[in-house]
Structures are given as C-alpha cells and as structure tokens.
C-alpha cells in the first residue's frame, strides 16, 4: 500500500496539489489519498481524488498527532497538531509499520505540500 498524504492552503488549486504530488515521485504505485480530515471535504481534494481515481481518506487530528514526521512546520503543528499535515495524514492511513517512502515536499507556488508514504503488505 502507497499513500499520498497532503496537506494544502486553502487557495491552493488542482494544479498546486498535483505539481506537490509530482515533486514527491509522482502517483505510480499510489493507492489512497490522504489529508486532515478538516481539509478532506475541500473541495480541491475532493477534485484530486476524482481527477486521479483514488480514494480519499480524511485523518482525525488525534491519529495525526500520534504520527512522528521527518519535517516540522510549526503553521502545521498550530493547525493540525501534527509536525507535516502530509506525513502524517500518509502515515496514519498506511497504517503500523508504515514508514516515509518520500518526506514532504512542497509544489513550487508553495500553495500544497505531499508526502508519500508506504507499507509492504504483510
């Protein structure tokens, strides 16, 4: 299992959250889509998961709490409670034993922010 985890401001765009996904690797192997779960009835994540044919997942702040990431922003721990909305969200949904396949990045109009993370099937 794949997922991509998200994280985005709220003028971010299609094009914002697929440029992140693509500076992330891309959505070869990808399998669910995931983000806060105060963010997930967006609805540019509604349009990503409906453009790219993948679930979305919306993520509790409590489980993406409980997630250790690689990188901090302190916005996203102010908002979310999680150090990258996009690891955790990819994390929590990857499930336990999951771990970062790619750590956040961020689309180049800084609007959106990905991660993909990656747990081997057991």
């Known amino acids: 299992m794949r997922v991509a985890g998200f994280g985005f401001r709220s003028a971010a765009t299609l094009d914002s959250l697929l ?3 693509a500076a992330a690797g891309g959505v070869a192997g990808v399998t669910h889509l995931a983000t806060g779960a105060e963010k997930a009835g967006a609805p540019v994540a509604m349009a990503l998961a409906r453009h790219l044919g993948l679930p979305l997942i919306p993520v509790p702040r409590g ?3 409980l997630q250790g990431t690689v990188t901090c922003s302190l ?3 102010e908002t979310t409670g999680a150090g990258s909305l996009a690891e955790a969200s990819a994390l929590a949904v990857a499930g336990p034993g999951a771990r ?3 750590p956040r990045v961020a ?3 800084g609007m959106a922010t990905a991660a993909l993370a990656e747990r081997s099937p057991s």
């Open 63 to 65: 489980l993406l709490t």
């Open 75 to 77: 916005r996203s721990v």
């Open 100 to 102: 970062l396949f790619r």
């Open 107 to 109: 689309s180049p109009d």
């Open 19 to 21: 440029a992140a996904l």
